[in-house]
């Protein structure tokens, strides 16, 4: 099992640190959103109350997806059966506590 794990775990890394690669690299146009902590397969953003949702598309359509994509289905048209699918969960909290 470990032998199995390792690679996914590996792979896991470095999705996500391309993910907050992007979101550093990518201008927030007239968002001010800011990545507060990274954990596992997540990332926590805080933004004013008013760009919520703006700033919660962001982060799913542009940094998380994409940036999986990448890893995951390098130079792969949007077409070919090799493709992994590439889904990701967005929770808009008041507060890290829920």
């Keep these: 099992?470990?032998?199995?794990?390792?690679?996914?775990?590996?792979?896991?890394?470095?999705?996500?640190?391309?993910?907050?690669?992007?979101?550093?690299?990518?201008?927030?146009?007239?968002?001010?959103?800011?990545?507060?902590?990274a954990s596992h397969d997540e990332l926590v953003v805080e933004c004013p109350e008013e760009q919520v949702e703006k700033v919660a598309r962001f982060v799913e359509e542009v940094v998380m997806v994409a940036g999986m994509d990448e890893v995951l289905n390098p130079g792969l048209d949007a077409n070919h059966p090799d493709r992994v699918p590439v889904e990701v969960d967005v929770e808009i909290l008041e507060s890290w506590s829920g």
């Design 1 to 37: 099992m470990e032998k199995v794990n390792h690679p996914m775990q590996g792979t896991g890394a470095d999705r996500l640190k391309l993910a907050m690669a992007i979101f550093n690299k990518q201008p927030l146009e007239n968002l001010d959103a800011e990545l507060v902590i």
